[in-house]
């Protein structure tokens, strides 16, 4: 037996000691902190961060990059610089300088405990944190060190709390993340995060990468299971064409998991590098499918000229309003002059009869303007914001008053009808029996019946839309309808579609914030046209836009 064991070891021993060459021969890579950083988007507050710089880093060629929440002590929880540091070395992942940050803290006055931002900083989502890494940490690293600005070459990670911050950070700004390590995801109620699945699944697919890891022992407290919101989350994003994967184990809310399989989670992060991360929409079966896969959003050169609100004629052609004047896109897309104002314009809206009607608000007018730029007063003493034209007559929303004016071409009578909040956008409906509002300072779209005469009844709170954290409301601006009876709405987080039911189905990211007026048009009225800061975009959809004041369409019955 003896000699059998010491046999064993005779053998063994000449690997046990190439092994330990081996590990010892990798190079190391240097940890630089760490550093003191005062933030003015989280004002009063100090973090530590610290860099980790691998010995293949050259000045001259932009290194990768990696976040890693909770600083230092959150790499070593996984032995995060021991991975890197063999990964590198054998080629599985690219040459990556890392970025430990910790959270913020607000000293107090004396000895007591500091106000300490890890959760309010990681578990909200909202743009803020990604705000510090963007503005203040990253351009601060850079300044040191040359890391790529592609966003495919950039990693985020984090555990608990932290995941979620990685998760959010790269959900804002795929522009800038693209690859995200999330250990022990906090997505339950504690700022939001329960509501990320959510929005996964309605929201145009963002080219992200993401790995998972949770274990079936995780936390179950007030705030919510983090293993069920784990799986939560692996299904939003399978089933919305993300490119994921996930490793569970059956341990607690710790590291150890993560650690064990840290080596593994990156490889896989970094798979196929440099090829781009991918998104596949066209594997996601969608009960309101508008969505054509690889079909962006393409800004209209306007010559610096600045877009408000949109309007599209009986050919589809596509005009806007810019201050005292409205424009119309030729056949090469160009802006040409249609008609000049002596005051701002609001709404616009065209008829059957080939007139544009508009909004001057300035001057208390609702005018119409026929096609050689002729200008004739409609309305007075009214304040239209924007406008809807049916063949009974005028729609227009008065902000200010919290109502909707109707003009009646037959009886030349003006209606009133209130709304629970600032009335923005009009769309009529596909068959032309309910008017979609959208308030501008509340959470819900609203619907109005349209009686016989054009009057309207049966108001209700209809559209149940998102809202960006930490506003109250989604900011809801210009409307559009298609033949399906969608309705889209401009708002802060996108343009969200919802179905006849109310139920958004579907969000198009916005391509610019501040978004205004959103139409369908286009030769074959199939292109979304969205103005935003001013600008025009354009970009083809699986739909097909209607004209309301055209001969009415009948929808497909609503799926219940």
């Given amino acids: 037996m003896k000699d059998l064991i010491f046999c064993c070891l005779f053998f063994l021993f000449p690997i046990l000691i190439c092994t330990s060459q081996s590990q010892q021969d990798i190079p190391k890579?240097?940890?630089?902190?760490?550093?003191?950083?005062?933030?003015?988007?989280?004002?009063?507050?100090?973090?530590?961060?610290?860099?980790y710089v691998p010995q293949q880093y050259d000045q001259n060629k932009p290194a990768c990059l990696m976040v890693m929440q909770d600083g230092l002590p959150g790499a070593n929880w996984w032995n995060l610089p021991t991975a890197l540091d063999s990964l590198i070395a054998t080629q599985k992942i690219p040459v990556i300088i890392g970025v430990l940050i910790g959270h913020g803290k607000v000293a107090a006055e004396n000895e007591s405990f500091p106000r300490y931002n890890r959760s309010f900083e990681y578990d909200?989502?909202?743009?803020?944190?990604?705000?510090?890494?963007?503005?203040?940490?990253?351009?601060?690293?850079?300044?040191?060190?040359?890391?790529?600005?592609d966003p495919n070459d950039r990693s985020i990670a984090g555990a608990s709390s932290g995941a979620i911050a990685a998760f959010n950070v790269a959900w804002e700004h795929p522009d800038a993340f693209r690859r995200v390590m999330s250990a022990i995801g906090s997505y339950v109620h504690l700022r939001g995060g329960e509501d990320i699945p959510k929005l996964i699944r309605v929201s145009e697919p963002r080219p992200i990468r993401v790995f998972l890891e949770d274990g079936s022992n995780d936390l179950?407290?007030?705030?919510?299971?983090?293993?069920?919101?784990?799986?939560?989350?692996?299904?939003?994003?399978?089933?919305?064409?993300?490119?994921?994967?996930?490793?569970?184990?059956?341990?607690?809310?710790?590291?150890?998991?993560?650690?064990?399989?840290i080596s593994d989670a990156l490889t896989w992060l970094w798979k196929d590098y440099p090829e781009p991360v991918k998104t596949h929409p066209e594997n996601t079966s969608r009960r309101v499918d508008v969505l054509i896969p690889g079909e962006p959003w393409k800004e209209i050169p306007l010559k610096n000229l600045k877009a408000d609100q949109i309007a599209v004629n009986q050919e589809g052609e596509i005009f806007f309003s810019e201050e005292k004047a409205v424009y119309k896109l030729n056949e090469t897309g160009d802006p040409v002059l249609f008609a000049e104002l002596n005051s701002n314009i609001s709404g616009l809206s065209f008829?059957?009869?080939?007139?544009?009607?508009?909004?001057?608000?300035?001057?208390?007018?609702?005018?119409?303007?026929?096609?050689?730029?002729?200008?004739?007063?409609?309305?007075?003493?009214?304040?239209?914001?924007?406008?809807?034209?049916?063949?009974?007559?005028?729609?227009?929303?008065?902000?200010?008053?919290?109502?909707?004016?109707?003009?009646?071409?037959t009886d030349k009578e003006l209606q009133y009808f209130d709304v629970p909040g600032e009335p923005g956008g009009l769309a009529i409906s596909a068959e032309q029996t309910f008017l979609n509002v959208a308030i501008s300072d509340g959470l819900f779209g609203y619907s109005f019946k349209i009686e016989e005469n054009g009057s309207l009844n049966y108001g209700q709170d209809y559209i149940h839309y998102y809202k960006p954290y930490g506003n109250p409301f989604p900011l809801a601006e210009g409307l559009a309808v298609d033949s399906d009876n969608n309705v889209y709405t401009a708002t802060s987080l996108g343009i969200q579609v919802s179905d006849q039911l109310g139920r958004i189905n579907f969000i198009f990211s916005n391509p610019e914030d501040n978004p205004t007026d959103v139409k369908i048009g286009g030769e074959n009225f199939n292109t979304l046209y969205l103005s935003a800061n001013g600008k025009i975009f354009s970009r083809k959809i699986n739909a097909k836009g209607v004209l309301s004041w055209k001969s009415p369409v009948t929808p497909p019955e609503p799926g219940l």
């Fill in 29 to 51: 890579g240097e940890i630089k902190g760490p550093y003191i950083w005062k933030s003015k988007i989280y004002p009063g507050t100090e973090r530590e961060y610290w860099i």
């Fill in 124 to 149: 909200a989502t909202g743009d803020n944190y990604s705000r510090l890494l963007m503005e203040e940490i990253l351009p601060e690293v850079n300044k040191t060190y040359n890391i790529s600005s």
């Fill in 351 to 409: 008829h059957s009869d080939g007139k544009l009607y508009i909004g001057d608000p300035e001057n208390r007018k609702l005018l119409s303007i026929n096609n050689i730029g002729n200008i004739a007063e409609v309305i007075s003493d009214v304040e239209p914001k924007f406008l809807a034209v049916s063949n009974k007559g005028i729609y227009f929303s008065e902000a200010e008053a919290n109502r909707i004016g109707f003009f009646n071409f």
């Fill in 220 to 261: 179950n407290i007030y705030a919510g299971d983090w293993w069920m919101a784990n799986q939560t989350m692996l299904s939003a994003l399978k089933w919305s064409g993300y490119e994921v994967e996930h490793n569970w184990g059956d341990g607690g809310h710790s590291g150890e998991h993560a650690a064990s399989i």
